[in-house]
């Protein structure tokens, strides 16, 4: 049964906040910054919380869904209706020190569930015939359909299932490798994925039941990531990173592919886009890959490298990877940063929507529904990152938040437009 939150499920940061329509428990104190026009919305997360914010700075709240034994809420896919979302929630990591992530790492219990941002309802998924403790959502391919990345021992697969967990199918296969990047095309019929496989990282499209499979990229030099579809549904965009001279997957290129067909283009060239985010100092480091994202007329936002930039955090492929991080901070020996472009695809033409002096690190870009704005986060070298926003022609840049404690925030991610 679907557990009613609690009216305090929410931590108020703006006393001055605009009241967020359909969620009883969170009522603003400015009862004259209300309009009948909702504002566009933004999820984002920040010491392990969640977060929802307007575009204009306005409406700022924490979830706080009182469950116990969860330390960290991610939001994933909304269903159709807009309304209804996918929540991943963990438990204490059971990796750590002396624990490799590899091995420890997926016996960190997760949870699914679906909240209902109107009806204020979170209710547990995936709980029937549970294949394993570690679930994560990957992708929506109907609002009865769910796949969902399931990691074990014999390593992590991805299987189709109802949203109880019931009626399991294989999408792939045991031993074919790590699928993640998922992406549904415009018309639903098809999935674009990146496989972590013996043979590299590879581009792969197939049928909503992990059939009828296509290969888009395959290099032996190359570590394919991420997948996204134009809004025609003609192009997968993806990056490939030269993995073997760059370990620590700090840089990468921009690159497309025929969803049908073996057509891959590189639209970039020298490594320009950071790929492996990692900012913060000492005490509050973070990270997580950055993936170039499309505008709604079919062209690309990307964080651009600037000449030189290095950054602080460096990686340490003489030594064991027990964190999923292995890096070293020296800021020191940090320069440059990166900025956010606007990439056309068919001319190669490239044109910089932010910049800063001096440079910092601006990365995580993505257009607001209606094409109106776009969010990115921005760190400085050596610090934590802030949610910022911006007019699509880059104009009129304006911080919205730095997180809980001024600590940071990150993976920002819009709302679906009110039907």
Known sequence: MPTKLNRRKFITL?????????LPGCQSTD??????????????TSQGRTALINADGTGLRYFDFKVPDQVTWQPGPFLSDGRRVIFLSMEARRDGPGRPFAEYYHQTPTHLWLYDLKSDTLTEITQRERLAVFYTPALLVGDDRLLVQVVRDQGGQIFSMNLDGSDAREFTRVGEGLPYGLSLSP??????????SPQGYQIWTSDRLGTNRIRVAAHPEQLYFGTSWSPDGQWILYQGCHFKTDPGHDWSDVCIGRPDVPEHRVLTAGQAMWFAATYGDAEHRGGGSNQP????????????RLPGSKVPWEFQSQRPDTDHFNR????????????????NPTNGAVSRLTRSAPAV?????????DGAAIVFCRAAT??????????????NQRRLTQGLGDQGADHPRWLPAPA
């Open 382 to 395: 050596g610090g934590v990152p802030a949610i910022w926003v911006m007019n699509a022609d880059g104009s």
């Open 361 to 369: 690190w601006d990365f995580r870009a993505s257009e607001s529904p």
């Open 14 to 22: 703006s006393a001055a906040g605009a009241a967020v329509a359909g």
């Open 293 to 304: 994202t499309w505008t709604s007329d079919g062209q690309i936002l990307f964080p651009q």
């Open 187 to 196: 018309d639903g019929r098809r999935v674009a994925y990146h496989l972590a």
């Open 31 to 44: 009862r004259s910054q209300a309009t009948s026009k909702q504002p566009a919305r933004l999820f984002f």
């Open 328 to 343: 070293d901070f020296k800021p020191g020996q940090a320069l440059g940063g990166v900025d956010i472009c606007r990439l």
